[in-house]
């Protein structure tokens, strides 16, 4: 049974940081793809981070210098570190793993094949 549980989502002050977590069950994470979505009421679910089996990451424009994507193998967990957080960051946020496969796009949410339930982040 798979399973992503994400923590670490809050309140903070606009330009502070946060750190949200992803653990992972019932699978090796470092055999998937996985990404961070974010999606605010009455907007489209969009890629923040994603991160490959290799480590390799790759980042949304609108955050590609105030995010971070990493992952700890040995603890099954997926990391984002945000800093300098704006109003226009708060959202849910998602953590999402995929099957590697050809022509995948990190950014695709309907190419992943298992989601977390969400973390609130509210940015004032």
């Known amino acids: 049974h798979v399973q992503l549980v994400e923590s670490g989502g809050g309140s903070v002050q606009a330009g502070g940081p946060l750190r949200l977590s992803c653990t992972v069950s019932?699978?090796?994470?470092?055999?998937?793809?996985m990404a961070w979505f974010r999606q605010a009421p009455g907007s489209e679910r969009e890629g923040v981070a994603g991160?490959?089996?290799?480590?390799?990451?790759t980042y949304a424009d609108s955050m590609k210098d105030r995010v971070t994507i990493s992952k700890d193998n040995a603890k099954n967990t997926l990391y984002l570190e945000m800093n300098s957080l704006k109003p226009e960051d708060t959202a849910m946020y998602y953590c999402?793993?995929?099957?590697?496969?050809?022509?995948?796009?990190?950014?695709?949410?309907?190419?992943?094949?298992?989601w977390g339930q969400g973390t609130q982040v509210t940015v004032s």
């Open positions: 991160i490959d089996t290799t480590g390799s990451t």
């Open positions: 999402a793993a995929a099957t590697p496969r050809a022509g995948l796009r990190w950014d695709r949410r309907e190419d992943y094949d298992y």
């Open positions: 019932g699978y090796t994470s470092s055999t998937w793809c």
